[in-house]
Protein backbone atom coordinates (compact mmCIF):
# COMPACT_ATOMS: atom_id res chain seq x y z
CA UNK A 1 0.00 0.00 0.00
CA UNK A 2 2.65 2.42 0.42
CA UNK A 3 4.09 2.16 -2.55
CA UNK A 4 0.70 2.38 -4.37
CA UNK A 5 -0.05 5.72 -2.13
CA UNK A 6 3.88 7.07 -3.08
CA UNK A 7 2.88 6.90 -6.90
CA UNK A 8 -0.29 8.51 -6.20
CA UNK A 9 1.61 11.29 -4.50
CA UNK A 10 4.44 11.47 -6.75
CA UNK A 11 6.77 10.93 -4.40
CA UNK A 12 9.35 9.10 -6.83
CA UNK A 13 12.20 8.76 -5.10
CA UNK A 14 11.75 5.19 -2.99
CA UNK A 15 10.08 3.83 -5.67
CA UNK A 16 11.14 1.91 -8.93
CA UNK A 17 10.39 3.90 -12.44
CA UNK A 18 9.14 0.28 -13.12
CA UNK A 19 6.43 0.65 -10.55
CA UNK A 20 5.63 4.04 -11.00
CA UNK A 21 5.21 3.37 -14.65
CA UNK A 22 3.21 0.16 -13.91
CA UNK A 23 0.31 2.37 -11.58
CA UNK A 24 0.39 5.44 -13.95
CA UNK A 25 -0.90 3.09 -16.55
CA UNK A 26 -3.27 1.83 -14.26
CA UNK A 27 -4.41 5.28 -13.52
CA UNK A 28 -5.18 5.71 -17.29
CA UNK A 29 -6.66 2.78 -17.89
CA UNK A 30 -8.92 2.21 -15.44
CA UNK A 31 -10.00 6.42 -15.00
CA UNK A 32 -8.79 6.99 -11.75
CA UNK A 33 -10.21 10.08 -9.98
CA UNK A 34 -9.16 10.63 -6.56
CA UNK A 35 -12.23 11.17 -4.19
CA UNK A 36 -12.92 14.47 -2.04
CA UNK A 37 -14.16 12.86 0.51
CA UNK A 38 -11.58 9.52 0.89
CA UNK A 39 -8.71 12.76 0.60
CA UNK A 40 -10.83 14.96 4.03
CA UNK A 41 -10.98 11.62 5.98
CA UNK A 42 -7.14 11.15 5.14
CA UNK A 43 -6.40 14.71 6.79
CA UNK A 44 -5.51 16.45 4.26
CA UNK A 45 -8.44 18.95 4.00
CA UNK A 46 -11.25 18.91 1.12
CA UNK A 47 -10.10 22.46 -0.24
CA UNK A 48 -13.92 23.80 -0.20
CA UNK A 49 -15.31 26.35 1.64
CA UNK A 50 -18.32 26.65 3.98
CA UNK A 51 -20.67 30.15 3.59
CA UNK A 52 -23.26 30.96 6.21
CA UNK A 53 -26.64 31.36 5.20
CA UNK A 54 -26.73 35.08 4.38
CA UNK A 55 -23.76 34.62 2.28
CA UNK A 56 -25.44 31.57 0.62
CA UNK A 57 -28.61 33.93 -0.37
CA UNK A 58 -26.46 36.66 -1.52
CA UNK A 59 -24.55 34.27 -3.88
CA UNK A 60 -27.86 32.95 -4.95
CA UNK A 61 -29.09 36.30 -5.58
CA UNK A 62 -25.96 37.47 -7.55
CA UNK A 63 -26.60 34.48 -9.73
CA UNK A 64 -30.02 34.80 -10.67
CA UNK A 65 -29.48 38.54 -11.46
CA UNK A 66 -26.35 37.28 -13.62
CA UNK A 67 -28.17 34.23 -15.31
CA UNK A 68 -31.45 37.46 -16.05
CA UNK A 69 -28.40 39.93 -17.35
CA UNK A 70 -27.65 37.08 -19.58
Known amino acids: ?6 NFNER ?5 QEMVEKV ?4 KD ?3 VPSLSAKSLAGR ?5 GMSRLL ?3 AAGY ?3 L ?4
Do not use: F
Open 1 to 6: MRKRRR
Open 67 to 70: EEAG
Open 30 to 32: LGY
Open 24 to 27: QKAI
Open 45 to 49: GSNLI
Open 63 to 65: RRA
Open 56 to 58: QER
Open 12 to 16: YNKVS
